[in-house]
């Protein structure tokens, strides 16, 4: 650096634009860091804000499956799971669950009847406080590729252009899939009935370090008995959540652990994409649903059934949903938690 | 709270450089992550966690050797405003170096997110879980952070302005290699 031989004797002005230049791009590289000087950059604030509807969100809620029931039950492991992943759940045994049925729509007050996807959000407890969290959709694939493509579908639904879902679908032909599924797959009458998939792959890691890429599901022991959607309107808007705390109370659910093993080359970064029927499954346990029990002061109301918590043998893969899905959660739950005040006295004091 | 020696001792110069890129990395690994829905973002939350506790560790231990060694004293022409500038913000960051990890365990805690480490070695919980604690330390966790970085630039260009315009003795007494311009 040159210094300044202008300046008088007791104010030399090199030293002085050194700190500024050095404190200066610490400061710049830091908001660089923080995404203020990217503004195409996709942040978990703008996905968690283009999934709200066009009143807002609803406080205290959320972002997404945004209306949900809660359970406890178990998850009984059969030791099948060990050869695949050294996770303690898969170690023969009987594990505490905490979880939650929902519906994939921003709208808690939204009726039964007209939200097409279905969820369920999983924590299993082993007891050295490892957990492994889940939140898996009724639908057989994930809408779109990539999340930048989830991003697309959010603002394309939301836009008052006409011509912006021909724009996306024209964009994301891979949505066509997932719409022939949306059209055409046979609705039920209960969340017992669903069977319920991850989507998104993850790897599971053996005992010798081996990684196994795999997805699973949850094939449930009730038989679905399709059910017309008109039929299911006439239920009234909670109907879902009514038949499950009766068919519960009358005797626990339970659902199959399926998990599925990709040969080489399934499509692992990719949940709209399938795989073919044919590949090895193992059946790893089974999940009971024992209690239902409402949102409000429920065991799963303050859990964020984040897909990234996930115990030592079992990691995310190079599909990119988990991590944006752990991104948008986080923030998703950082905005409910501080709007508790907000979340209504009752679950459906409103509506009575 | 001084010593006579005109230096740091050698582990606390050691900490001082070692914390300093941990915490300066610290604070940008925590500014970038919440920015990304990338599979950045795991990696860096998968940083964030264990570093924050290392922090953590090396602070306590920091304090310790400064109680034990003390610091060397200001160049007593230093201005009153300066001075009492200084020990403030050694006040602030020890309470932050401490304070921050502590604050981010606890909202973890609250929050019902298990604190993993690596692999399956995870920290207990330390606060009960509950939305308004939760979201009283993720503000204080989201607010300090930054006023930690704006520490960190007055400390840097404090420091430069002891070396650069004073000359006085204070940067040679935190440097970590022994400098030709000894402490008078």
């Known amino acids: 650096m040159v210094q300044s031989s202008a300046s008088p004797k007791s104010f030399r002005l090199g030293p002085v634009v050194i700190i500024a230049v050095v404190v200066g791009v610490a400061a710049i590289a830091f908001a660089y860091t923080a995404g203020w000087l990217s503004p195409h950059r996709l942040t978990p604030k703008k996905v968690v804000a283009a999934l709200a509807p066009p009143g807002g969100p609803a406080l205290g809620h959320r972002r997404n499956h945004a209306k949900g029931i809660c359970f406890t039950g178990t998850f009984e492991a059969n030791g099948d799971g060990s050869a695949l992943s050294k996770a303690p759940v898969f170690v023969r045994g009987q594990y505490p669950v905490v979880g939650r049925f929902n519906l994939g729509t921003a709208d808690p007050n939204a009726a039964d009847a007209m939200v097409r996807v279905r969820g369920i959000g999983i924590r299993i407890t082993t007891p050295d406080g490892q957990e492994w969290r889940s939140a898996m959709i009724d639908a057989p694939i994930f809408p779109v590729s990539t999340p930048q493509g989830f991003y697309e579908l959010l603002t394309a639904s939301a836009s008052k252009d006409p011509d912006a879902m021909k724009k996306f679908i024209a964009a994301h032909p891979e949505f066509i899939t997932f719409l022939g599924w949306a059209k055409s797959a046979p609705w039920t009458g209960s969340y017992a009935e669903e069977r319920y998939n991850s989507l998104d792959s993850f790897l599971f890691v053996d005992g010798s370090g081996a990684k196994h890429p795999i997805r699973w599901s949850l094939v449930p022991a009730a038989q679905p008995v399709s059910v017309p959607p008109d039929e299911l309107t006439k239920r009234g808007p909670d109907f879902l959540e009514q038949e499950i705390t009766q068919r519960v109370a009358a005797s626990p659910q339970r659902w199959s652990v399926i998990v599925t093993v990709a040969n080489p080359g399934d499509p692992t970064a990719d949940p709209n994409k399938a795989w073919p029927a044919d590949r090895r499954t193992v059946e790893v346990g089974t999940l009971t649903v024992q209690q239902i029990e409402p949102e409000r002061d429920g065991p799963c109301l303050n859990i964020n059934f984040d897909p990234t918590v996930l115990p030592s043998g079992i990691t995310t893969s190079d599909d990119p949903f988990p991590a944006a899905r752990s991104a948008a959660y986080s923030r998703s739950y950082n905005s409910r938690t501080a709007e508790a005040s907000y979340y209504p006295g009752t679950t459906t004091g409103a509506k009575q | ?184």
Request: with cysteine; glycine share 4%.
């Open chain 2, 1 to 184: 709270m001084t010593t006579s020696r005109k230096r740091f001792t050698a582990p606390q110069r050691l900490l001082h450089w070692l914390m300093a890129i941990c915490i300066l990395s610290m604070l940008f690994i925590g500014v970038g992550m919440v920015s990304t829905v990338t599979p950045r973002y795991l990696t860096l939350v998968q940083i964030h966690k264990p570093l924050g506790i290392a922090i953590l560790v090396l602070a306590l231990i920091r304090l310790t050797l400064r109680f034990i060694y003390k610091a060397p004293a200001l160049p007593p022409d230093l201005p009153e405003p300066i001075k009492l500038a200084a020990e403030l913000s050694q006040y602030a960051f020890y309470a932050l170096m401490i304070g921050m990890p502590l604050i981010g365990w606890g909202m973890l805690s609250a929050a019902s997110y298990p604190v993993v480490l690596f692999g399956g070695v995870h920290l207990p919980s330390i606060l009960p879980v509950s939305p308004s604690l939760h979201t009283l330390l993720w503000r204080a966790h989201y607010y300090l952070a930054f006023a930690f970085f704006a520490c960190i630039l007055m400390h840097i260009a404090a420091i430069l302005f002891h070396k650069l315009i004073r000359d006085d003795g204070v940067f040679e007494a935190m440097a970590p290699v022994f400098s030709r311009n000894q402490p008078k």
